[in-house]
């Protein structure tokens, strides 16, 4: 079984990677677009090379599954991104909240460290539980 030490870290190192993986995707295009709605086409495409960069990393290296078929790939994908919907929820309402109650710059993004902390919490424990739920090896278990 992985230490639990291990696994916070890697999947805070790769909330960094897909994070930085979305920012630099949305300059890129910002910077090859001149067209209206260009921000809207930037964070659809820096969102969806994050969300599958994350994706591939949690399902490795954190969660240990080696299934690789096309069907597995799309069913995990379809459920990895419906449990990534509901915990950014949780951190949108997390900083709005705290920018309604505060009122400042710094109340917003307390409430979105916050928001980011809860959501990141459980959608580890979402992805457990119903994206990789069929692997035996999941974390250390015996595989078959």
Known sequence: MMPLRTIVFRYALF???ATVVNLAT???????????????????FGTLFGL???YVLDKYWIFGDRRSDIGTHG???SLYTLMGVATTAIFWGFEYSFYVI???DFMR??????????GYVTKFFLDKRFVFDANPAVLGKAAT
Do not use: H, N, S
């Open 52 to 54: 599958v960069v994350k």
């Open 109 to 118: 993004e307390l409430g979105a460290v916050i928001g980011l902390t809860i």
């Open 102 to 104: 505060g009122g400042t």
């Open 15 to 17: 909330a960094v990677i």
């Open 26 to 44: 949305q300059r890129l295009v910002l910077q090859a677009m001149a067209a209206p709605y260009e921000l809207f086409v930037a964070i659809f």
């Open 75 to 77: 069913r995990q994908f």
